[in-house]
């Protein structure tokens, strides 16, 4: 069964603070490993797709990295309107494009 | 160019009773996911329809149901309401089976 484990839960920062978020990964063949934005009732907004091991993308204050167990989001001189949660997702070879997501990472930006 | 649309954005109904929501994919996509959102939790994929078929289900039960008309709108029933269904509930579309999804804003159903 494919799983995905984000930490920390939740991360409170100081503008200009620069951290990581972490996503945890187990799957039967990865095809692709996808960040999301939510902000509070919204659905998620598309970030990054990562394909394989090595891969980075990045915008903005924002770049996701990949390895074989797990991705890093990182954020460089966080704004506070970077504040949201992010999602984590894995898409297995074998399963269309059904997204297994992780419980996300809330993060806070003060000024 | 408009995105993954959603209605409503809010409900509210109490236990036993039955839901439907709806969803218009985004412009040039065929394909329609459904995912449930808990609060404080990550979304879970309940079905996926293309070509007017299911064509993958997630763990849910049968008591979800779902549709795909020949315009590639979609929607999702839920009948018997539990309190535990109560969620965000995401529509997502993309330009195939295998493509990169595209979420609505969601429908918000509340159950009492």
């Known amino acids: 069964e494919d799983q995905v484990t984000q930490s920390p839960e939740a991360l409170r920062l100081q503008e200009g603070e620069s951290s990581s978020l972490n996503c945890s990964y187990t799957v039967s063949g990865l095809r692709g490993l996808f960040w999301y934005r939510q902000d509070p009732g919204k659905g998620p907004e598309f970030l990054f797709t990562?394909?394989?091991a090595g891969e980075e993308k990045e915008k903005e204050r924002l770049k996701a990295t990949l390895t074989k167990k797990e991705s890093f989001l990182h954020i460089t001189a966080p704004k506070p309107e970077d504040s949201a949660t992010y999602l984590c997702a894995v898409q297995a070879n074998n399963a269309g494009n059904m997204l297994t997501f992780g419980g996300g990472t809330r993060l806070m930006v003060k000024p | 160019d408009a995105g993954v649309t959603q209605s409503p954005t809010h409900l509210i109904k109490t236990r036993g009773q039955q839901v439907t929501l709806r969803c218009s994919p985004k412009?040039?996509?065929?394909?329609v996911s459904w995912y449930q959102q808990a609060l404080g939790q990550g979304p879970q994929f309940i079905f996926q329809?293309?070509?007017?078929?299911?064509?993958q289900r997630g763990n849910f039960p049968d008591r979800f149901s779902g549709h795909q008309f020949p315009n590639y709108s979609s929607e999702l029933n839920v009948n018997a309401l539990l309190l535990g269904d109560s969620a965000l509930y995401l529509c997502?579309?993309?330009?195939?089976?295998?493509?990169?999804?595209?979420f609505g804003e969601g429908s918000r159903l509340t159950v009492l």
């Open positions: 997502a579309s993309s330009p195939r089976p295998t493509g990169e999804l595209f």
């Open positions: 990562l394909y394989s």
């Open positions: 329809y293309y070509e007017e078929e299911e064509r």
């Open positions: 412009s040039g996509h065929d394909t």
